[in-house]
């Protein structure tokens, strides 16, 4: 190499380093975000924060940093994480012109139809939502309440004997297997056969895997495209998603080639019979989106939920004495169906409480703050800036829920009405809040 290239080579490396140096001085001490607290790092990379998701321990790290740093929190150079009740509304209630970020891209399929959960377009996702509503009625989901009552049942049979024996019960696995039968059940016109273990526990793997390297990658350029490029086809590695959707297919297709006749509707159904405003019907590939979002995202969501519930009322044993009482003088001699529950107003405590101590979602749902900017605890952010809430710190927020937020207190659900309608608005639960939420808000609860 001559002299005058080497000079070149040495120059621009100076260069690179330079300008490299000076973006990172205008991150931590020019950038319009530079005013909000947080960790040194997280002014000037958001690779700390893309490590901590990958190694699994956000959940913890967030409660941190709030009780630490307070409301309003810098994670990376041009992104905030904030609690409060009013920014809530403003960022995810209905009529918010706040948009969802590129974050979200990472959980869309390449040869799927647009889903809710990636879809950045408000337009297409009240499209999707005015398709998927049918299915998700409480009314149809009451004609299908037979069906969930028979994987109950399969499940207290599975039950009966280790609990004759006194013997130690992983509920973390019988919760999974219920919930997997239950969404299979009201989805697809079967259950999945999970809790006769004869399910395949390899598509809920492929799942998890999804929603992990999915929740990751949102923060990396590129996204999916490191996951799934010409060099993973030819090697033959696919996009957990792609796994997934592939399943997904195949159980459409399944369900198209059975006999309907004379059995409840199940969400398939309702999804096939949808029309929409010119009478069109959907295409396959949002019939099978339609069943792909059902079951991602409400199997492994409601199992967590599930879990919650179950590991506070076995450390709480006064609890369980109160709801057990509660459970006992309610008249009936069979299964608790939907609408008794509605009778049991501590049993709907307990869960609202189990559900803020523990959230099935711990990660930022991100918003790009619109023209005019938003104030959070007097603090102005500029518009252009993304903004996450994170269900597990504005549950444990002390200026909403009091200064006994890490107690397990289903009571302060309960006396007051306008407290309590006032802690459920400010509820920040796995289902979401506003016109982007979760469909199956109501069938989760």
């Known amino acids: 190499m001559s002299l005058i290239a080497e000079s070149y080579w040495i120059a621009g490396l100076v ?11 205008y991150n931590a001490f020019f950038h319009p975000l530079a005013q909000f607290p947080g960790p040194r790092l997280a002014s000037i990379t958001g690779l700390w924060r893309l490590y901590h998701y990958a190694i699994g321990d956000w959940h913890d790290l967030i409660l941190d940093l709030h009780r630490k740093y307070g409301r309003v929190v810098r994670l990376a150079p041009n992104e905030l994480s904030v609690v409060d009740e009013s920014a809530m509304k403003a960022l995810y209630g209905h009529g918010t012109p706040a948009l969802k970020s590129n974050w979200y891209s990472a959980f869309q399929s390449p040869q799927a139809a647009p889903n809710q959960l990636a879809t950045q377009d408000p337009q297409i996702s009240a499209d999707i939502r005015r398709r998927m509503a049918p299915a998700f ?9 037979s069906s969930m009552q028979d994987c109950f049942d399969k499940l207290w049979q599975q039950l009966d004997k280790p609990a004759s024996e006194g013997a130690i019960v992983d509920m973390c696995h019988w919760t999974d297997t219920l919930t997997w ?8 016109g079967e259950p999945l056969g999970s809790i006769a273990g004869a399910g395949d526990m390899n598509v809920q793997g492929i799942l998890i895997k999804f929603l992990m390297v999915s929740t990751v990658l949102g923060h990396v ?16 590695i696919k996009n957990p998603l792609s796994k997934f959707f592939e399943w997904s297919s195949m159980k459409v297709r399944q369900h ?11 969400m398939i159904d309702h999804f096939l019979a949808y029309r929409d405003s010119e009478g069109k019907p959907p295409t396959r590939l949002q019939v099978v989106d339609g069943a792909t979002a059902t079951i991602g995202a409400g199997a492994d969501t409601v199992g967590i939920a599930m879990r919650s519930v179950l590991y506070y009322l076995s450390i709480n044993p006064a609890v369980v004495a109160k709801l057990q009482k509660e459970i006992d003088a309610l008249d009936s001699s069979e299964s608790i169906s939907f609408r008794q529950t509605q009778q049991l107003p501590y049993l709907k405590a307990v869960v609202r409480e189990s559900l803020r101590m523990y959230s099935s979602v711990p990660a930022q749902l991100y918003r790009i703050v619109p023209d005019g900017g938003l ?8 518009p252009g800036t993304i903004v996450g809430m994170c269900s597990l710190a504005q549950n444990r927020d002390t200026a909403i829920f009091g200064q006994d937020v890490d107690v397990f207190k289903p009571d302060r659900w309960l006396g007051d009405e306008a407290r309590g309608r006032y802690l459920e608005n400010a509820l920040f639960n796995f289902g979401g809040t506003g016109p982007r939420s979760c469909p199956g808000r109501d069938l989760a609860m």
């Not at 350029?221 to 033959?236: A, K, S, Y």
């Not at 104030?375 to 500029?382: A, E, K, L, M, R």
Request: glycine fraction near 12%.
């Open 137 to 145: 009625k409480m009314t149809a989901l009451l004609r299908l309440e």
């Open 256 to 266: 198209e080639e059975s006999d309907r006749s004379g059995v409840q509707p199940d």
């Open 181 to 188: 039968d239950v969404i299979g059940q009201l989805c697809y």
């Open 221 to 236: 350029w590129g996204q999916l495209f490191w996951i799934e490029n010409p060099l993973t086809r030819l090697l033959g």
């Open 375 to 382: 104030s959070v605890d007097g603090h102005f952010i500029p």
């Open 15 to 25: 260069s690179l380093s330079g300008a490299g140096v000076l973006l990172l001085c």
